[in-house]
């Protein structure tokens, strides 16, 4: 289901002229970054995501359980991700673990919104980039740890492939063991 919510937000990213001239234009993203790094945007709506995947037979208890829509109070849901660049995130081995977004707008709040966690998104147990970063760590015996996506992607696009990020949080022990397990 993560992997069809990337292909979703990927799509609408592709559709949003606007979105892309930010990441390419103030972000000096290159497409090739873009696509290696599946970057995506999840539209200005409340339910497109809930409404394309409820239609494709998926249920809203698998969409939340997946951390893609959230529960309103007064009942119902709605899609956790709205006017956002998407950050597909990944564990070392490149299996979709969640999502991270950041605004497009800026007075949205909060900046970053990362996937809740769920039995396989843990936040302090991934390493942004690591998926890409892990052959490189080796070859250079070195990792370099970055603060965010953005960082982990222009460093990796100007040719420094051991970057990787804790996703904005201070570094766990688990990310570090994880890190040892390709530098001392």
């Known amino acids: 289901m993560l992997e069809d919510a990337l292909i979703f937000y990927r799509g609408h990213l592709l559709a949003n002229k606007e979105i892309s001239n930010y990441l390419h234009q103030k972000r000096k993203l290159t497409d090739a970054s873009i696509e290696a790094f599946g970057l995506g945007y999840a539209p200005?709506?409340?339910?497109?995501?809930?409404?394309h995947f409820t239609q494709r037979g998926h249920?809203?208890?698998?969409?939340?359980?997946?951390?893609?829509?959230?529960?309103?109070?007064s009942g119902g849901y709605y899609d956790r991700f709205r006017n956002r660049i998407m950050f597909p995130i990944r564990?070392?081995?490149?299996?979709?673990?969640?999502?991270?977004a950041?605004?497009?707008?800026?007075n949205d709040v909060p900046k970053f919104l990362n996937s809740p966690?769920?039995?396989i998104f843990v936040k302090g147990h991934l390493l942004y980039g690591l998926d890409r970063?892990?052959?490189?760590?080796?070859?250079?015996?070195?990792?370099?740890?970055?603060?965010?996506?953005?960082?982990?992607?222009?460093?990796?696009?100007?040719?420094?492939e051991n970057v990787v990020s804790p996703m904005g949080t201070a570094l766990t022990e688990h990310q570090l063991r994880l890190l040892k397990r390709f530098t001392r």
Do not use: C
């Not at 200005?44 to 409404?51: K, R």
């Not at 809203?60 to 529960?71: P, W, Y």
């Not at 564990?91 to 991270?100: I, K, T």
């Open 102 to 106: 950041r605004i497009v707008n800026p």
């Open 91 to 100: 564990d070392e081995n490149g299996r979709m673990a969640g999502f991270g």
């Open 59 to 73: 249920s809203e208890h698998d969409l939340l359980e997946a951390g893609l829509i959230s529960k309103r109070d």
């Open 44 to 51: 200005e709506t409340w339910d497109s995501l809930l409404t």
């Open 117 to 119: 966690e769920t039995p």
């Open 133 to 160: 970063a892990r052959k490189p760590i080796r070859a250079a015996d070195q990792a370099v740890i970055v603060e965010g996506y953005l960082d982990v992607i222009a460093l990796h696009q100007a040719g420094y």
